[in-house]
């Protein structure tokens, strides 16, 4: 079974550009997350989609960030325009279920950096 | 809101030795507590989880976690490491009071050495 496949795995930006990432989840996962981990620190939740539609996007740092989930399969998190705090690694993560003890399976990740 | 903390960035044993790496929560209500590791150009993998029952988690590659709500702590072990178990260890909490949302910790480097 293929896992969680994010692209590109890494990407280089000036501040101003724009930048989209894609996650693909596992196949049959109604539950996709994006998470982010910026400097080695922790990771934080940024929005979770149940098929397409956002369940919740309290971690959406603000409105430079738009996350979509057509048809409810891959999910594209596009920033717009980047800024130098961007940098960082996003995660992506796909679960069968969506309850809190359900085990969530994550990508490779994509390191953003800004410049 | 839950909150994951793990005290040590880095944690370092010699082959062969047991190992732990700590990890304490805080939560309003019942946590559910994880334990990730992501490999050097990979993605996180599970390696375990507590949900409620046995305080003792066994998990994927040997290891291991125990649960001790009176300490609220979930550490991670393994009685003999191996050169191939270094990595980033993150630990992680999710509390049905708060979104659901998984908060995780600042992440431990574990290096075994030969």
């Known amino acids: 079974e293929a896992g969680v496949t994010q692209f590109p795995s890494h990407s280089v930006i000036e501040k101003g550009q724009t930048v989209t990432l894609r996650c693909d989840p596992i196949?049959?996962?109604?539950?996709l997350y994006w998470y982010r981990r910026v400097m080695g620190k922790e990771i934080k939740f940024l929005l979770h989609?149940?098929?397409?539609?956002?369940?919740?996007e309290s971690g959406m740092p603000n409105n430079r960030f738009l996350a979509e989930r057509t048809g409810g399969t891959y999910s594209t998190l596009k920033v717009q325009p980047a800024e130098l705090e961007d940098s960082g690694v996003y995660f992506c993560?796909?679960?069968?279920?969506?309850?809190?003890?359900?085990?969530?399976?994550f990508g490779p990740g994509t390191r953003l950096t800004v410049l | 809101a839950q909150s994951v903390a793990q005290p040590e960035d880095q944690v370092n044993v010699a082959e062969g030795n047991p190992l732990t790496v700590k990890c304490t929560y805080s939560?309003?209500?019942?946590?559910?507590l994880f334990w990730y590791v992501q490999y050097p150009n990979r993605g996180l993998q599970f390696l375990l989880k507590?949900?409620?029952?046995?305080?003792l988690v066994k998990g994927s590659y040997g290891f291991e976690a125990e649960f001790n709500k009176s300490q609220t702590s979930f550490h991670l072990k393994k009685p003999s490491a191996l050169v191939s178990d270094s990595a980033l260890y993150f630990c992680?909490?999710?509390?049905?009071?708060?979104?659901?949302?998984?908060?995780f910790g600042a992440g431990t480097r574990l290096t075994v050495k030969p």
């Open positions: 993560a796909s679960s069968m279920a969506g309850g809190v003890t359900d085990t969530q399976y």
């Open positions: 196949s049959g996962h109604d539950n």
């Open positions: 989609f149940v098929k397409e539609s956002k369940q919740d």
């Open positions: 939560v309003s209500g019942n946590p559910y």
């Open positions: 507590y949900i409620t029952g046995d305080n």
């Open positions: 992680a909490v999710r509390d049905l009071g708060d979104n659901n949302d998984m908060r």
